[in-house]
């Protein structure tokens, strides 16, 4: 199993060698005549040794097999039950289990001021969390602050003080004081009468063997009496998680936990599945040094992703960062029409960069796998848009629309279609620093994008963008399999129904591709 990563990945990526032998697994049952205790127990094995190779505990596999075990009872099924289905159904629900801990974690609430305190060992990445937590709830609608109470590193005050002018964060630290604890008091009294809604403090790294250090954490912890004590804690230690995890919660009351460095290392399952079995539930989790790498931990949603199953409550988050809401109507209105101009296309382009990485969200989409940008080659894909929309950027209001106002008006009253001509290719090019190669790709792109779109013409289109019809989920089907033809090989029309009653019901546990 690989253990470098040169790209920032999503975690279906990172434990992507986990999902694609358990979906593989699956797969291989879903192909069998008869299901009977051979076929099983060679499933089982399977899905074990996946689970062993990410790191996983062996007593946590042997737990999960059992229990697996113990809920099919093939001998007393009856006949007319999906034998296939019921076991691929225990395999989704104990893997959710195993990640669980059974345990809801703090949530702060508007209107009202909660203190977080960040602890952990050094370098496990606490104050990068500290600033990515801070900007996930700013960008919720909180009033949010961050307190420096990092006395012992060189450079932590400066750190965390960058961080939060580039996230236009309220920030306290102090150059003079160097009792942590003052600060930290200073600081929290201080954005409490600002009536801060989210005070996050960060304290130094520790180590285990520094007493002191401890005991200082305890002293911050007494003073500013936190709503929450986040423990940080570096993902590349596997199955240790376990171990220091509990050692923490000995010194202070831990309440929950954030992963970091899940963007590059194979031992992520053991830690995930480690944490949840010390009963601390998992936050977040930090898949890159970048703001947007930085995602809200479920395990249900988790295991979705894992078994290429999609997390659209995820994608649906995300949509609501970048106001897809007020965005979705004009546009499908444009779309049912059979029109998808360049100025479309950009405004599509820059909705996507918003989001976040690509691979994140194509993660998140059902029967897609978080592989499909290769990795390493998410910049390339990224700086691919980033190209077109310099060039796009360049071009006047008739060249965006694609219509060319100068000329009479075509029948029906609507503006001629405007030719793209050697000269005006040429004065894109100049103006946008690019080649006329370049640009004739960007046309060209937006006509394959446009023969995409052109599937959905005749969609029934809600008020609120939402889309209707009896036939939807074929048109749909089609216009995914187009851009992604591993789309219809992962189910096709089945998983876009799949999809849509996710969306509908709330249910995110709906099936498996290519497994109905």
């Not at 203190?115 to 949010?144: D, E, N, R």
């Not at 101009?341 to 960069?353: G, W």
């Amino acid at each position: 199993v690989s253990t470098q990563s040169t790209g920032k990945q999503s975690p279906a990526m990172v434990l992507n060698d986990l999902g694609k032998k358990i979906t593989g697994a699956l797969k291989k049952l879903s192909e069998e005549p008869v299901i009977d205790e051979e076929v099983l127990k060679a499933l089982l094995k399977e899905i074990g040794n996946a689970l062993m190779q990410a790191d996983v505990h062996i007593s946590a596999v042997m737990d999960l097999r059992n229990r697996i075990k113990n809920r099919i009872d093939l001998e007393m099924m009856a006949a007319g039950y999906n034998k296939k289905r019921l076991v691929q159904l225990a395999v989704f629900e104990e893997l959710c289990e195993m990640l669980d801990p059974g345990r809801k974690p703090f949530a702060p609430k508007k209107g009202k001021t909660s203190v977080v305190m960040f602890v952990g060992l050094q370098g496990a990445g606490k104050t990068t969390s500290c600033t990515k937590y801070a900007s996930y709830y700013k960008k919720q609608g909180f009033k949010v602050a961050l307190v420096c109470a990092d006395t012992y590193r060189a450079g932590a005050l400066d750190q965390l003080k960058q961080n939060a002018l580039k996230a236009k964060i309220a920030f306290y630290g102090s150059m003079t004081e160097m009792d942590p604890v003052a600060i930290a008091d200073d600081g929290v009294q201080k954005f409490k009468a600002e009536k801060m809604e989210l005070i996050i403090v960060d304290t130094s790294g520790r180590h285990k063997q520094e007493e002191a250090l401890f005991e200082e954490m305890t002293q911050i912890e007494e003073t500013i009496e936190p709503n929450d004590v986040i423990f940080v804690m570096d993902s590349t230690i596997g199955q240790g998680a376990k171990d220091q995890a509990t050692a923490f919660r000995g010194a202070v009351k831990v309440g929950s936990v954030i992963l970091t460095k899940l963007d590059g290392h194979a031992k992520g399952g053991g830690a995930i599945s480690a944490v949840a079995a010390t009963e601390s539930p998992i936050v977040f989790i930090g898949t890159g040094e970048h703001m947007d790498n930085f995602e809200s931990f479920e395990a249900k949603r988790f295991v979705q992703r894992l078994l290429g199953m999609g997390d659209l409550k995820g994608l649906l988050e995300l949509g609501k960062n970048v106001d897809l809401e007020k965005q979705a109507p004009q546009m499908m209105e444009r779309i049912q029409k059979g029109e998808f101009s360049l100025r479309d296309m950009r405004d599509q382009f820059q909705t996507v960069l918003k989001m976040g990485p690509l691979d994140k969200m194509i993660g998140m989409l059902p029967g897609f796998a978080g592989d499909m940008i290769p990795k390493g080659r998410e910049k390339e894909s990224e700086a691919r848009i980033k190209g077109f929309l310099t060039m796009m950027d360049s071009m006047t209001f008739d060249e965006l629309d694609g219509i060319d106002s100068g000329r009479a008006k075509r029948s029906g009253g609507r503006p001629a279609e405007l030719k793209w001509q050697d000269d005006r290719i040429l004065r894109v090019a100049r103006g946008s620093g690019r080649s006329g190669r370049d640009v004739v790709c960007l046309l060209e792109e937006r006509k394959r994008m446009a023969k995409v779109m052109s599937k959905m013409k005749g969609l029934k289109i809600g008020k609120n963008g939402d889309i209707k019809g009896r036939n939807m989920p074929q048109q749909m089907s089609k216009v995914l399999s187009q851009l992604n033809p591993a789309f219809a090989k992962a189910g096709g029309e089945a998983s876009m129904r799949q999809m849509l009653q996710q969306l509908q019901n709330g249910d995110m546990g709906a099936g498996f591709p290519g497994m109905m």
